[in-house]
Every structure is written in structure tokens, then in C-alpha cells.
């Protein structure tokens, strides 16, 4: 079954600890990729995305994803974690074909700093 | 440029009655998406308009329905609320332009309380 995959519900780091969180996903066709983050009560912003090329995408706020088509995986990382990165974490996917435009989500990661 | 609007911000129903959500998409984007993030139930897709025709729909009842108006802007209505539709409501809008068709940017969300 097609399904996007988050490994790791909760997180939690030190700020100024590098970051890595897990996105595998399931499909047949590599889909388009994407991260989302949701501040608590808000919506969702988007942080970068992959639709072919260079395997390591560039997003915002210091956030960077590489593409593995060998392990079907889209994990996001940053090299030093601020405060203000705490919030939850949804990877997303478009299938190519089939999917209707629907964005289908992983169960989200929440990610918790330290200071 | 301006982002996805989304009104009211919150509302509380009660069981049995109406509610009318209401979206407007980035300027010049043209598709507009409906999904619920229901606790515990993460992020599902519910409706997808273009163009003002339904394109898409998940796997909700019918009393969920919307639709798009020529200015793109979209309503989103449920029928018969029960208590399980509480929920944030999240609209995203995604261009026309072939380079950016299938991104979609949120709204900050309706919060839906059904008593």
C-alpha cells in the first residue's frame, strides 16, 4: 500500500545539536517530496520540496533534505537546532499518478529543544 | 503577497447544526485544497477544487461539500456536524504554472468546536 512513514514520533534535542528527522515512503513511482512544519494552533509552512535533480534540497530556516531513491528515503536535517524550531513536522507526498493532487502525510514528528 | 486567508479563525457549533468555512487563495493561484487535522487522526485530504470545478475528494460522508467561487475563492460546508468533526480545517492553494502546480501553501486553519 502506498504510505508515507515517520519512524519517530517524538524528538527531542539541545539547541545547537544537529537535527535529522525520518521520512520513508512507499509508491510504486518516486512521488513528490515535501516537509511541512506546524507551529502549535497554526498552519502549515512550507520548508522545501523535491520534484527531480539534485538529490539535496535547500529550504528554509537553515533546513536541508537529501533524497535517497535507494532507501525511498526524504530525511530532514540542520546542522545546529535554534528554540524556535520546536514545533511538529509532517514529510508529504504528491504521487506522480493517481493521487488526485492530494497531499498524503506522515503521522508527523514532534520535535522538543532543550536549552 | 499575501497568503491564504482563512475565516473565522475558531467558531464552536453544536451537534446537528451548520458551518461555512471560508478560504481565500494566494493571489493568482487558482486550485484551492480542503483538509482536516483531526486529533489522532493526523492530516487527511478532503476536497480539491480548480478552475471552480471538485476535482478530488477523500473519503469523507457527503454532508462534507464546498466549492469555488470564479474569484477562486472557496467555502468549505458540513452538514449535520457530529462531534468527531472537531478539528482544524486547513486550506492550501497551489498555481496553475506548470513550475510551481503542485505546491500547496496553507492557511493558518479554522478551529471547528462541535458541543
Known amino acids: 500500500a502506498q504510505s508515507v512513514t515517520q519512524p519517530d514520533i517524538h524528538i527531542t534535542v539541545s539547541e545547537g545539536a544537529s537535527l535529522e528527522l525520518r521520512c520513508n515512503y512507499s509508491?510504486?513511482?518516486?512521488?513528490?517530496l515535501f516537509w511541512y512544519v506546524q507551529s502549535p494552533g497554526q498552519g502549515l509552512q512550507l520548508l522545501l520540496k523535491?520534484?527531480?535533480?539534485?538529490?539535496l534540497v535547500q529550504g528554509i530556516k537553515g533546513f536541508e533534505a537529501e533524497f535517497k531513491r535507494s532507501q525511498s528515503s526524504f530525511n530532514l536535517r540542520k546542522p545546529s537546532v535554534h528554540w524556535s524550531d520546536a514545533a511538529e513536522y509532517f514529510c508529504?507526498?504528491?504521487?506522480?499518478?493517481?493521487?488526485?493532487?492530494?497531499?498524503?502525510f506522515g503521522t508527523g514528528t514532534q520535535l522538543k529543544v532543550e536549552l | 503577497e499575501a497568503g491564504v486567508t482563512q475565516s473565522p479563525t475558531h467558531l464552536i457549533k453544536t451537534r446537528g447544526q451548520q458551518v461555512t468555512l471560508r478560504c481565500s487563495p494566494i493571489?493568482?493561484?487558482?486550485?484551492v485544497y480542503w483538509y482536516q487535522q483531526a486529533l489522532g487522526l493526523g492530516l487527511q485530504f478532503l476536497l480539491w477544487?480548480?478552475?471552480?470545478?471538485?476535482?478530488n475528494r477523500g473519503n469523507f460522508p457527503p454532508r462534507f461539500s464546498g466549492r469555488q467561487f470564479p474569484n477562486y475563492s472557496s467555502e468549505l460546508n458540513v452538514n449535520a456536524l457530529e462531534l468527531e468533526d472537531s478539528a482544524l480545517y486547513l486550506c492550501?492553494?497551489?498555481?496553475?504554472?506548470?513550475?510551481?502546480?503542485?505546491?500547496?501553501?496553507f492557511g493558518p486553519g479554522t478551529r471547528l468546536t462541535v458541543l
Open positions: 509508491y510504486g513511482a518516486t512521488p513528490y
Open positions: 523535491y520534484f527531480s535533480g539534485d538529490t
Open positions: 508529504a507526498v504528491v504521487p506522480l499518478t493517481g493521487g488526485g493532487n492530494k497531499l498524503t
Open positions: 492550501a492553494s497551489s498555481s496553475s504554472r506548470d513550475s510551481d502546480r503542485d505546491t500547496q501553501y
Open positions: 493571489s493568482g493561484h487558482t486550485s
Open positions: 477544487y480548480d478552475e471552480g470545478e471538485e476535482r
